[in-house]
């Protein structure tokens, strides 16, 4: 049985996790809706609007994490660069329709 202290880190770290999540989600969505604007594709940018920041489904939870700052960070630009391949924004689109809530 955990302490309370215990229970009280667990949901911290919980938190911590999901702000990290959302934030990162919103990050990429941004950027990639930046790209399709540029590209002027509306359809796209529509697409980009009915997603939530909030999807787990690409994230695994289970396992160890470690914070350290000497690992490297993730490449953004190179995430958003994969998207402007319509054949990846496709499949991308496909599985987001295919996910629990799709």
Same mark, same amino acid.
């Given at each position: %049985?955990?302490?309370e !202290?215990? #229970? ?11 702000? *990290? ?29 009915? %997603?939530?920041?909030? !999807?787990? #489904? ?11 700052? *000497? ?14 391949d ?17």
């Open positions: %049985m955990q302490t !202290a215990e #229970q009280q880190i667990w949901n911290e770290c919980s938190r911590l996790i999901t702000n *990290a999540v959302i934030y990162y989600n919103t990050v990429l969505l941004s950027r990639i809706y930046e790209q399709k604007q540029a590209a002027g594709n509306q359809r796209a940018m529509d697409d980009i609007r009915g %997603m939530s920041p909030v !999807a787990w #489904q690409h994230f695994n939870l289970f396992g160890t994490f470690e914070f350290n700052p *000497a690992i490297s960070k993730i490449d953004i630009d190179a995430l958003v660069a994969r998207f402007a319509p054949a990846y924004w496709s499949k991308a689109l496909k599985e987001e329709n295919e996910g629990p809530l799709g």
